[in-house]
């Protein structure tokens, strides 16, 4: 399990790598474990700017052992949340983070 679980921090931490090497951030896995409630680990990885932007992300693992990538985004009530790349949110209940779905209106 703990080389499974170093695999896993050197492949998710080369991702976050690619997007910070221009900005001079340096990532750290804050935490492997299932955070969603699915059964499947997920990862939060913090990048840390250097005195630029700090960001946490969400990486939500898949059945097929690939992730969906979310942002924390904190709103100006300082309510924050995860926003997946294709407008998933994900809130915490303070144990799980759990998808909400908005009701789409025609």
Do not use: P
């Amino acid at each position: 399990m703990e080389i499974k679980n170093t695999l896993k921090s050197m492949l998710l931490s080369g991702a976050l790598a690619l997007g910070t090497i221009a900005c001079d951030a340096t990532s750290e896995i804050v935490t492997i474990r299932d955070l969603t409630g699915d059964g499947i680990e997920d990862v939060i990885i913090y990048t840390d700017g250097n005195g630029a932007r700090n960001f946490r992300y969400l990486f939500i693992g898949q059945e097929d052992g690939t992730y969906i990538r979310a942002k924390e985004i904190t709103e100006s009530s300082g309510v924050s949340y995860f926003l997946t790349d294709s407008g998933d949110a994900y809130f915490s209940d303070g144990e799980l983070y759990k998808l909400v779905k908005e009701d789409k209106k025609d």
